[in-house]
């Protein structure tokens, strides 16, 4: 599975972003997806999770009511719709796949055993 995000950019606060991780070579299903990202001097942090066939979607409280993840019928793209961006959410987004991980477990990034090579998000106040 090879991923590769995209999307990314320079927003003011309050605006809307969507980025999209698509996967070459296979499709997503049986994998768990996950987006993450990392401010500058900050650890990878989770940010949302669409379960492998389950089809449960998981977000941090920290976006929740503002994020949404989801999947497309052909099952290739996962898509993260984010919206009232402020400038904390500025950091580098990376999606992530994994199989057979257990609902306590998607928040790890430990736990994934692809990831795409990132896309910049910018929130300008």
């Known amino acids: 599975v090879q991923l590769e995000e995209s999307g990314g950019g320079l927003v003011q606060v309050g605006g809307s972003l969507r980025l999209s991780c698509a996967s070459s070579g296979a499709t997503l299903n049986g994998y768990t997806v996950s987006w993450f990202r990392q401010a500058p001097g900050k650890e990878r942090e989770f940010v949302a999770a669409?379960?492998?066939?389950?089809?449960?979607?998981i977000h941090a409280d920290s976006v929740k009511g503002r994020f949404t993840i989801s999947r497309d019928k052909g099952k290739r793209t996962v898509s993260l719709q984010m919206n009232r961006l402020v400038p904390e959410d500025t950091a580098v987004y990376y999606c992530?796949?994994?199989?057979?991980?257990?609902?306590?477990?998607?928040?790890?990034?430990?736990?994934?055993?692809?990831w795409g090579p990132g896309t910049q998000v910018a929130v300008s106040s």
């Open positions: 992530a796949a994994g199989q057979r991980l257990i609902l306590s477990s998607v928040r790890d990034r430990a736990r994934y055993s692809y």
């Open positions: 669409t379960r492998e066939n389950q089809g449960t979607l």
